[in-house]
């Protein structure tokens, strides 16, 4: 590709002091070029990908490159030079570097506004003040959202260039919103959306988490659901369940026209979008969902393929955090109305997580039956507690995380906080969990949840999900 005549993809790669922001960051450009392809490429796009996320993850010194990258990113992906194949390669890695903490933004959307003054505020103010300010509103956070968020900044301040990687994460943001016009274009056109990790389908994952395009995306993505193709001015190109987690994420709960058109969708008999765009309506209207979308996510247990395979068709893999744990965390938007659902699900969403993900379940769960952590006693709960079923039902699949994923995952750590016991066995007696039935029955899928809906193999016929992500598969996460 030509980076000599301003209109290529690298233009100006060179004019950056890539080693002033990222340690080896010399090798960048190098690295951007072979995921553009082309003459310069001296290896593989699926090497150069997770060698560049190594350079500049998040909350890594690196990631001071991360605004550039991205911009630098979202042009090999929309040049029309760029073959449709490739293009989700460096779509992929965008996600990673525009959403790099994804469980703070769920269940409740992020306040663009309130997050430009609070980088602000921290950019302006010493740094022992602002690590101190983090800790107190952590200790402080009234719901578990709020303390994944505390958490997160407090990791981050900790390193010396704490302040500076929160205002790169928002020029990341910023960088991408201002290149939503180009993102758009990727949801047309057959190539676009062809196959498995198509570029349509990143492209939406991307927008899906830039709300201030909201008012721009939301109708765009409208426009490819909207109308069954029976009825005039019909769509008649393939819906992509990615489309409907990005209207979830975006539209607006007082634009009639979206609740009819994933209506129209839900009743389409299409498994996985029919799920999503349940799952859709709930994200929108929270509390004063649609009963039939409660009941459809309900449903989803029953399914051959289960929530795991259902939320990975259409939600993305955020770093380790698998799309059925987002999903979890995301129907907590609809409040006590959501309790079964979510209660249903837990066996198969705990089964599938992983690291600080499975933690963030834990603690949504627990938050869920026994309410926020900071107006929980101040002593160990006694072992003749009475709780209530659904209580019980969260106490017995979060017992079922296995010794090595408890310790991993510092679960103990969570559970104490409402107070009950942190060693995992102490836990399971407390649960009134059998250990003989541990040892003795197994579970045949390996899942730790004996759910046979969840362990059912799924029909011939059925087509593979789609989501999970190419950085996911190429860092061992999987789908």
Not at 140 to 164: C, F, K
Not at 373 to 383: F, G, I, K, S, Y
Request: glycine share 12%.
């Amino acid at each position: 590709m030509d980076e000599t005549t301003g209109s290529g993809p690298l233009h100006a790669v060179d004019d950056t002091d890539w080693s002033a922001l990222a340690p080896g960051g010399h090798a960048i450009p190098g690295l951007l070029r072979d995921i553009a392809g082309g003459e310069g490429a001296q290896r593989g796009v699926d090497d150069a990908v997770p060698e560049l996320f190594d350079l500049i993850r998040f909350p890594g010194p690196g990631y001071l490159a991360a605004p550039r990258v991205a911009h630098h990113l979202i042009s090999i992906a929309c040049h029309p030079g760029t073959p449709a194949a490739w293009r989700s390669r460096p779509l992929s890695l965008l996600l990673e570097l525009l959403a790099p903490t994804a469980a703070v933004l769920l269940p409740e959307p992020r306040d663009p506004s309130q997050w430009r003054d609070e980088v602000a505020w921290a950019a302006g103010t010493d740094l022992e003040k602002v690590r101190d300010q983090y800790r107190a509103w952590f200790d402080d956070a009234s719901d578990e959202q709020r303390l994944r968020h505390m958490a997160a900044r407090i990791d981050t301040v900790a390193r010396d260039q704490g302040v500076a990687l929160l205002q790169a994460e928002r020029e990341v943001h910023d960088t991408v919103r201002e290149r939503v016009p180009d993102l758009l274009r990727l949801l047309d056109g057959g190539d676009n959306r062809r196959g498995i990790d198509s570029p349509a389908e990143w492209a939406c994952y991307i927008l899906a988490f830039v709300p201030e395009a909201a008012a721009e995306v939301y109708p765009a993505l409208l426009r490819g659901v909207g109308t069954p193709a029976d009825l005039p001015g019909g769509s008649s190109r393939d819906l992509l369940s990615a489309e409907l987690f990005a209207l979830g994420m975006l539209a607006p709960p007082d634009d009639p026209e979206v609740t009819v058109a994933l209506a129209h969708v839900m009743a389409s008999g299409h498994l996985y979008n029919a799920f999503a765009a349940a799952v859709a309506l709930v994200q929108i209207h929270g509390e004063r969902a649609p009963r039939e979308a409660l009941t459809r996510v309900g449903r989803g247990g029953r399914t051959n393929v289960g929530y795991r395979g259902l939320f990975g068709d259409s939600w993305p893999h955020c770093g380790e955090l698998a799309p059925a744990v987002l999903g979890f965390l995301a129907l907590g938007r609809a409040g006590r109305r959501s309790v079964e659902q979510r209660i249903g699900m837990l066996p198969d969403v705990l089964a599938g997580a992983e690291g600080a993900g499975r933690a963030a379940v834990v603690g949504a769960a627990l938050e869920m039956v026994l309410g926020p952590r900071t107006a929980a006693p101040d002593h160990p709960l006694e072992p003749d507690t009475d709780l209530d079923q659904d209580t019980l039902k969260v106490l017995w699949s979060i017992a079922d995380i296995p010794a090595a994923a408890w310790t991993e995952s510092a679960v103990g750590d969570t559970v104490q906080a409402w107070g009950l016991p942190e060693d995992r066995t102490g836990f399971r007696v407390f649960a009134g969990v059998d250990d003989a039935a541990e040892t003795d029955a197994p579970d045949p899928a390996g899942s730790g949840t004996g759910d046979p809906a969840a362990s059912a193999p799924a029909p011939a016929a059925a087509p593979e999900p789609q989501g999970g992500g190419l950085l996911s598969r190429l860092f061992g996460g999987g789908r």
